[in-house]
């Protein structure tokens, strides 16, 4: 993702100052961001159905507020701020709704196609059903650490915090998952 | 039931591809997102999302041709791609060597499982996929022992270089050396030296400080065929070193040069 999100790829024009660049502009956010946006909606908990409706809500808040990015922090870092806001939003409005909301169609049982397949999503579910268990600052450093893989000191960037409260966070979370981990081998 | 680390980081992998979305996903969203804003028409001409940096995409779009300049070239040819390190590797004089620290034969073992392969990091696992969709993709895997020549230390190498690169492209450059030091502690004696000191380099002359040029010259001395030279350039400004300089500029800058102790 990458970059901007930053994540990136690396072209020959991101070789030079961002001074000397174009303004970034929303078709390259929206190409080169919506991965990343993706999956950090689903690591910070959002359901697959209401996915395209908090993927769009990211990328309208981007659009409006493209304008007004300065820089000051890297694009994926700004665009994680929207994310986990929206996240949130939804993540509230899921638990006001109806227990007798019907099932998600994307469940990873009944999903046909190759095992492959198969367990890539059911693994997706376990970890989005562990983070809808976590506090907000345990989820964003499950999500950024161990999903996005982004490293430790860039994380406590973008969660303006120490690196040491991250590295904390991080054994904190992942102790938390290995133990999820080994509770669901065992049933 | 006990887990060991590896199966942990193998979970999670396989989590990382069936969180991603698809061309498709990418596709409707845009089309919904038309609706609601007013987007240029070279969005909806273009705006086909691109891979993250995850290492399992970054497979696919090297088979897609347009990523051949990503740093994460280097784990890539282990599996016997043309890797090329931390963006302008292209043209690098000493391509054949970095190739041949490799297992280049890992290549002819490999069964080639579709449009595209991408390496875990710290699993050594490979992948590979012809859509990422949770509902249509189709993925094939071979086994780890099909790498066995893989060097997992490479590949984290290379990894943590494409973040510092990142961090250069954003120009955060005191995130860039932090993440540097980092690399160094972690693997002091990698693979990818050259382009550690090039992005230090380059951190230092977008830091602006009085140093940066003396890093730079070093390490145009230490380098004098390095394809990152002339990126150093640009960012850096002329080297003592450089030809284009008037050999009595380059005899008054090498003279106040300070002694080469081959750390930036």
């Known amino acids: 993702m990458d970059g ?16 000397r660049l174009e303004p970034v502009d929303f078709t390259r956010v929206y190409r080169e ?25 990211v990328f309208v808040v981007v659009h409006r ?52 397949q198969v367990e890539d999503a059911e693994a997706a579910a376990f970890v989005q059903d562990f983070v809808g268990g976590l506090d907000d600052k ?21 969660l303006s915090i120490p690196v040491n409260t991250a590295y904390t966070r991080l054994r904190s979370v992942r102790a938390e998952f290995r133990a999820a981990l080994e509770r669901r081998g065992d049933e | 039931m006990r887990l060991s680390e590896r199966d942990e980081l ?13 061309d498709r996903d990418g596709e409707r969203v845009l089309a919904a997102l038309s609706g609601i804003v007013a987007l240029p028409a ?78 875990s990091a710290k699993t050594g696992e490979t992948a590979a996929t012809t859509q990422t969709s949770t509902q249509h993709r189709t993925t094939v895997r071979p086994a780890v022992s099909a790498l066995p020549g893989l060097d997992p230390d490479l590949a984290e190498e290379a990894r943590s270089v494409a973040r510092i690169e990142r961090s250069l492209r954003d120009e955060n450059p005191r995130l860039a050396l932090g993440l540097l030091d980092e690399l160094d502690r972690a693997l002091p004696s990698g693979q990818l030296k050259e382009e550690r000191q ?38 850096c400004g002329p ?12 005899r008054e800058s090498m003279a106040t040069d300070p002694p080469d102790r081959g750390d930036y």
């Open chain 1, 4 to 19: 901007p999100l930053s994540s990136l790829v690396v072209s020959p024009d991101l070789h030079v100052p961002r001074s």
């Open chain 1, 65 to 116: 507020r493209l304008d007004t990015f300065r820089g000051d922090s890297s694009l994926r870092t700004w665009l994680y701020g929207i994310v986990r806001n929206v996240a949130s939003n939804h993540r509230r409005r899921s638990l006001r709704k109806s227990p007798t909301d019907p099932l998600d169609p994307t469940l990873p049982s009944t999903a046909p196609g190759p095992l492959e």
């Open chain 2, 42 to 119: 070279s969005t909806l001409a273009r705006a086909a999302p691109e891979p993250s940096l995850d290492l399992h995409t970054i497979g696919k779009s090297l088979a897609r041709g347009w990523l051949a300049r990503v740093a994460i070239g280097a784990a890539i040819a282990a599996a016997g791609g043309a890797g090329y390190h931390f963006g302008y590797a292209a043209g690098r004089a000493d391509d054949d060597k970095r190739q041949t620290r490799v297992a280049p034969t890992t290549a002819a073992s490999i069964p080639n499982p579709g449009p595209s392969r991408a390496i």
């Open chain 2, 10 to 22: 193998e979970f999670l992998s396989r989590a990382r591809r069936g969180l991603l979305p698809s």
């Open chain 2, 198 to 235: 090039a992005a230090r380099v380059i951190a230092h002359c977008q830091l602006g400080g009085e140093t940066a040029s003396t890093f730079a010259a070093r390490f145009g001395k230490q380098n004098p065929n390095s394809a990152y030279l002339s990126r150093i350039r640009e960012i």
């Open chain 1, 138 to 158: 345990k989820r964003d450093v499950f999500v950024l650490v161990l999903i996005e893989e982004l490293s430790i000191p860039e994380v406590a960037e973008m």
């Open chain 2, 239 to 250: 080297t003592p070193s450089d030809p284009a300089r008037s050999p009595a500029t380059q």
């Open chain 1, 33 to 57: 961001g919506f991965p990343f946006v993706w999956r950090c909606l689903r690591g910070l908990g959002v359901r697959d159905t209401a996915l395209d409706d908090a993927t769009q809500d």
